[in-house]
């Protein structure tokens, strides 16, 4: 016996004798399961068929069995709802229903969890979509779906577990393959079965086993029941394994492991052989197991909150161009949505016809981050990247046409003068904002341009981007979630000043001074409302926004009185292109980085804070931590983690006491931490280095050479501020990463001429991340999903500029109805959790007013 077993097992057999007493026979629950690799051992094609013909055994397995004891009939764990989605597209709907059935009566367990995902880094609204199909299968059929899973990959974070709770899950098991790894001890839990307790205290019972015998065809591994005889017995007796799981409820889940295709009768016959006066041994659907589990000792177990950080997410990183054009359609998505709600508010049959295009690109959200990206089987690394090239394509399609078609929808219902010149300025956000505008402009450049809510004419200036030209306006007091109407004036307007400006490497507004290197690295941020603070410090050789050292050349461009651009283009470490840009009366520091060349190795842009002591928030999976162990107040687990990469999802913070700088990140995944390593996480260097790609855990693993790709567009803002506030900066990276949308007036009858908003949230803790028509478009409702970023619970209102509320529920998010929400005729009312997420419907009816004056709320 190992000394560390001799020090724990006293305690555990302590807590043995409580537990056991909750159950005095012993139960072993063995389910069988085929773990999905999509894409890893065969090609699509091959795995589609497979689940067909796994799914046609196993019913007619549990038929042939419905005779026998409930314990001993057949019963199949999918592990994930894309297994049910092929098996509709391609049988019959009498197969299907037959299926269904077979869902309903527990003989088939089918997961809310698309199928096996890499959930670090994944944007929060694309793990609600990939579960969507769930949630359609729910309110079509009647189900509820309690089992939501991640398998393999030897991480978790820990948002995740509020976003899969509020998405109706109340289970999960997890088991590992302890392979490809760096985590030196993933194998050995700190508990075996748990609550997982979210950011918002909802919880989820999670079965991690420890994988003692580091095999993982063994307990704790992804097939643990590969070995049915002899795993039942090593669980029944083995000394080690009831030293971590002192319980008399077993699961042991998992027979498939790598195969492709597994069809097995074993379980029905072991289950039988197996049971004895002193144990039971039962066929199991998974979910049976967890419920028999809580019933017996959800009181006496223990609870962990924290993240694992990342493994085998990071590997998306070796295709990070393709992997920046998923994150950015997912955020595209929040702006062509909620145009579509006002187009859909006026137009019902505006989404008809696109439900197809749409359940692909929701299935294809989880697809793109399906746990092989190692890449490392018998399908070629060439197919595996063709693949996710195929995927990411069917995203951004579905997207860009949506938006496309919304914003030309919109701007054909707002009121026009007949020969005049405008357009609109779309805000998706749920607060008033002031930004600039680009509006795609081949006219006259002897123009002004007037705002027809004030009456007044707003700074603008000509810009030349991405090969187009447009009309950029500074658009002040832009509604939230609403629009305000520019015209376009022939003539020369006024001549503006105040704007920013720039002097040899030197730009500056009313806000900062910054100096830029020819490299494009940011080597002084000086804040003048702040006691000209200085932001920049070079850390390990690198100051800010520096890809490494090396020369280049400065040329100033779209300089006027908007805004004004410094670019940098330089050929070392890689050839690429920095462009930092200020704009009037604003605290925002644009960083736009382009590397124009293909690359194998691992790079990173170093950002250097002049920050003592520093502590560094980060949006995570669902959730905003703090980047240290849970020991030191933070949120990172001191054992079966990695700390090198961790997940930057919209931003980063790193401050100390009232000063600090918030980084927002457009493109990228994932951010280092000083000299963090796969066990150590560095809090006290005041330098983050975001990955700009690269095969992290070496050439094995991953795509190599970037999949070819030779243009990287990688998008930063910074912002200074002095004391620390998620809420501030969330809402600073969303104006950076969802900009003011323009579009065409086309002149109708639906909407006001000068400026509209749809709705408001009175409390600016409060975020309303997605607004949305109803997945059921018979409902002819909309969707609005919250986030508290708040510490502290409230409540809020959603309130209508027009609309009167018919009906409102609570939904999951994946949009099944939960219960009636209280509202009055103009607004939603409810309570919100601290740091919880909301999702709604609403049946809306009115019609705007021409000449309605709105409320507006200016957040800073």
């Excluded at 004891?69 to 592990?79: E, K, T, V, W």
């Excluded at 507004?509 to 080597?523: E, L, R």
């Excluded at 292109?577 to 009037?584: G, H, N, Y």
């Excluded at 086309?746 to 109803?774: D, M």
């Amino acid at each position: 016996m190992s000394n560390r077993l001799k020090f724990i097992l006293p305690y555990f057999l302590a807590l043995s004798s409580a537990v056991l007493s909750c159950q005095d026979t012993k139960k072993i629950y063995i389910a069988n399961d085929c773990h999905t690799d999509y894409m890893w051992s065969a090609n699509e094609d091959a795995y589609r068929q497979a689940f067909i013909d796994m799914l046609d055994y196993y019913l007619n397995l549990a038929d042939s069995t419905s005779g026998e004891a409930a314990d001993f009939q057949s019963r199949f764990n999918c592990d994930g709802s894309f297994w049910v989605w092929v098996y509709e597209k391609n049988k019959a709907k009498a197969d299907f229903e037959r299926l269904i059935n077979a869902i309903k009566n527990g003989h088939i367990t089918v997961p809310l969890t698309l199928l096996n995902i890499c959930y670090g880094g994944m944007p929060a609204e694309a793990i609600f979509r990939s579960m969507y199909y769930a949630g359609q299968l729910e309110r079509q059929f009647g189900l509820r779906l309690p089992l939501a899973m991640s398998q393999e990959n030897q991480t978790l974070p820990y948002g995740l577990g509020a976003l899969w709770a509020g998405a109706g899950a109340k289970y999960s098991w997890k088991g590992i393959c302890g392979c490809a790894s760096r985590v030196p001890d993933a194998w050995d839990r700190k508990y075996d079965m748990y609550w997982w307790v979210g950011p918002d205290d909802t919880k989820i019972l999670m079965k991690w086993n420890s994988m003692i015998r580091q095999n993982n065809y063994d307990i704790g591994g992804y097939a643990e029941a590969r070995d049915i005889p002899g795993v039942i017995n090593y669980a029944d007796s083995d000394a080690g394994f009831r030293a971590h799981y002192p319980y008399n409820i077993i699961g042991i889940f998992g027979y498939g492991g790598d195969d492709l295709k597994a069809l097995t009768d074993k379980f029905t016959s072991v289950a039988k052989q197996a049971s004895t006066s002193a144990r039971k041994v039962i066929v199991s659907n998974e979910v049976d197991f967890f419920q028999d589990f809580e019933k017996n000792y959800s009181d006496s177990l223990p609870s962990q909150s924290a993240s694992f950080g990342n493994e085998w997410d990071v590997l998306s990183a070796s295709m990070s161009e393709l992997s920046a054009r998923v994150k950015r359609a997912v955020e595209k998505l929040r702006a062509a949505e909620a145009m579509a709600a006002l187009v859909s508010l006026q137009d019902p049959v505006f989404m008809r016809g696109r439900e197809q295009d749409r359940e692909k690109a929701w299935l294809n959200m989880g697809l793109y981050f399906e746990h092989d990206w190692t890449a490392d089987g018998p399908v070629s690394r060439d197919a595996r990247a063709a693949w996710q090239r195929t995927i990411a394509s069917a995203i951004e399609n579905y997207v860009e046409n949506l938006y496309r078609d919304a914003s030309s929808s919109l701007g054909s219902m707002i009121r026009a003068e007949p020969g005049k010149t405008r357009f609109f300025v779309f805000n998706p956000l749920s607060w008033a904002r002031t930004d600039f505008a680009d509006f795609a402009y081949a006219g006259s450049v002897q123009v002004h341009v007037v705002d027809l809510e004030t009456g007044r004419e707003a700074p603008m200036q000509i810009i030349s981007r991405d090969g187009g030209r447009y009309l950029r306006v500074w658009a002040e007091n832009i509604p939230s979630v609403g629009y305000k109407v520019y015209e376009i004036v022939q003539g020369t307007g006024s001549t503006f000043g105040g704007g920013p400006t720039a002097s040899g490497n030197t730009i500056e507004n009313g806000v900062y001074k910054i100096t830029v290197a020819s490299n494009g690295a940011i080597t002084s941020l000086i804040d003048k409302t702040l006691g000209n603070r200085e932001t920049v410090r070079e850390v390990n050789g690198r100051r800010m926004n520096e890809l490494g050292s090396g020369d280049g050349t400065l040329e100033v461009e779209n300089a006027g009185p908007v805004s004004v651009t410094m670019k940098a283009t330089s050929s070392s470490p890689l050839a690429h292109t920095a462009s930092i840009t200020l704009f009037r009366d604003s605290r925002r520091v644009d960083i736009r980085n382009e590397i124009i060349q293909n690359f194998s190795g691992i790079h990173t842009w170093g950002f250097g804070f002049n920050i003592n002591a520093p502590e560094v928030w980060h949006e995570e999976t669902g959730a905003v931590i703090k980047a240290r162990l849970t020991e030191q107040g933070g949120h990172y687990s001191s054992r079966n983690s990695r700390y090198d990469w961790l997940t930057l999802n919209h931003f980063a913070d790193v401050g100390s006491g009232a000063a600090g700088v918030t980084l927002s990140n457009a493109d990228c995944y994932f951010m280092k931490l000083g000299a963090s390593s796969t066990s150590f996480l560095d809090i006290n260097t005041p330098q983050i280095s975001v990955l700009a790609g690269g095969q992290v855990d070496g050439g094995s693993l991953g795509i190599p050479n970037q999949g070819g790709d030779n243009h990287f567009l990688q998008r930063f803002a910074l912002e200074t501020h002095d004391a620390f506030n998620p809420a501030a900066a969330m809402r600073f990276a969303l104006e950076h990463q969802n900009p003011l949308v323009t579009g065409d007036v086309g002149g109708g009858t639906k909407y006001p001429a000068n400026s509209y908003s749809l709705l408001e949230i009175e409390n600016g803790n409060i975020f309303l991340w997605s607004l949305k028509p109803a997945e059921d478009a018979a409902d002819n409702a909309i969707v609005a999903r919250v986030w508290n970023l708040s510490s502290q619970p409230a409540n809020f209102t959603l309130g209508f500029s027009d609309y009167t509320i018919l009906d409102a529920k609570r939904l999951t998010h994946i949009e099944t109805p939960l219960e009636n929400a209280p509202y009055e005729s103009l607004g939603l009312t409810s309570s919100i959790k601290a740091r919880q997420w909301l999702t709604f419907s609403l049946k809306l009816n009115g019609e705007p007013s021409p000449g309605k004056s709105i409320r507006r709320r200016k957040i800073r």
